[in-house]
C-alpha cells in the first residue's frame, strides 16, 4: 500500500511539473497564475488551473496522467468550460497536435497561443457562439422527443417517469395478474432472481428499475437470451435467461428494485424443445 501511495505521489508531481513547464510561455504572456486546487479524489485523475482575470485553464491527467484533457472558458462563477478539441474544430492548426500524452501536452499549449490569443486575453465570441450551438441543440433535442411522444402515445405506449430520472416507455400489454395468483396457477415455474447487487458499482443509496423488457409476455425466451435491462442513474446491465421457458409474469418497468427480488416467472413446462 505504501508503494501505491508513493507511486501516486511521484506521478502527481511528475504531472504537474510537466504541465507548469507546457504553460509557462501562456502564463508569461497572458498573465495566467496557477490556482491551487483540491481534489477529493485524486485515484487515476490530476489537475492543474492556469487563470488570469478573465480566463481558466484547466488541465486533467486521467488514468496516472496518461490522458490529457484540457478544458477552457470564462473565468467568471458559474460559466461553462470548453474542451480544447472543441475550439481546434473551428480552427484547425497547419500541423495536428500528436505524439505521446507529453507531446501532446506541448502541443495543445503551442497551439492556445498560437490559435486562441484572442481568447487568452479575454475575448468572449467563441463562448457565446458555443452556447447558441448548445441551446440550439437542446432545442432541436426536444422537438424530436415531442415527436417521438407523440408517437408512442398514439400506439398506445404508456410513459413511466422513474425514480432515476429517466423516462421509460412502456410496450402495450394486457393486464396483469398479481405475482401470487400466477404462482399459485403455475406453482412449477421458475423464478428469475435479480439482485441489486450485482450492478457494477451499486450502493446502497442507489434505486434500480427495470429500463426494457425484450421479451413480450407469453413469449417463448431461450435459455442465455437476453430478457430485459435493469438500471440506475449511473449503470445498466442485461437480465440473461437462466432456463428456457414461456413468459407468464413480470415485474414491470419503473418499479425500484431496493433488495433480491423475482423479476419474472418462467412456465418451463409449456415449451417444446
Known amino acids: ?5 508513493k507511486i501516486h505521489a511521484d506521478a502527481l508531481q511528475y504531472f504537474k511539473k510537466e504541465v507548469r513547464e507546457a504553460f509557462a510561455a501562456i502564463c508569461s504572456s497572458f498573465g495566467f497564475r496557477e490556482e491551487k486546487v483540491t481534489l477529493t479524489d485524486t485515484d487515476n485523475l490530476f489537475q492543474v488551473r492556469f487563470s488570469n482575470s478573465k480566463i481558466r485553464i484547466v488541465v486533467k491527467g486521467i488514468n496516472w496522467g496518461m490522458n490529457i484533457a484540457i478544458d477552457f472558458g470564462p473565468k467568471s462563477e458559474g460559466s461553462n468550460l470548453y474542451n480544447i478539441l472543441q475550439l481546434i474544430k473551428e480552427r484547425k492548426p497547419e500541423v495536428p497536435v500528436a505524439g505521446n500524452q507529453i507531446d501532446q501536452l506541448f502541443g495543445y499549449a503551442d497551439y492556445l497561443a498560437t490559435y486562441a490569443a484572442d481568447i ?96 413480450d409476455l407469453g413469449e417463448i425466451v431461450r435459455i442465455d437470451e437476453v430478457i430485459c435491462e435493469i ?43
Open 120 to 215: 487568452l486575453r479575454g475575448e468572449t465570441t467563441f463562448f457565446s457562439e458555443q452556447e447558441a450551438l448548445k441551446k440550439q441543440e437542446q432545442e432541436n433535442a426536444q422537438k424530436v422527443m415531442e415527436v417521438e411522444s407523440a408517437r408512442k402515445l398514439a400506439e398506445g405506449y404508456l410513459k413511466i417517469d422513474t425514480s432515476i430520472g429517466e423516462l421509460i416507455w412502456r410496450k402495450p400489454r394486457p393486464l396483469l395478474r398479481t405475482y401470487n395468483r400466477t404462482k399459485d396457477k403455475f406453482p412449477h415455474s421458475f423464478e428469475v432472481v435479480f439482485n441489486p447487487d450485482d450492478l457494477l458499482g451499486y450502493s446502497q443509496y442507489e434505486q434500480a428499475i427495470i429500463s426494457d423488457w425484450k421479451i
Open 1 to 5: 500500500m505504501q508503494d501505491y501511495y
Open 231 to 273: 438500471s440506475t442513474d449511473k449503470d445498466s446491465v442485461e437480465v440473461i435467461a437462466p432456463h428456457t421457458g414461456r413468459l407468464i409474469w413480470l415485474l414491470e418497468e419503473g418499479i425500484p428494485l431496493e433488495s433480491s427480488i423475482c423479476i419474472a416467472l418462467l412456465d418451463l413446462d409449456d415449451v417444446m424443445d
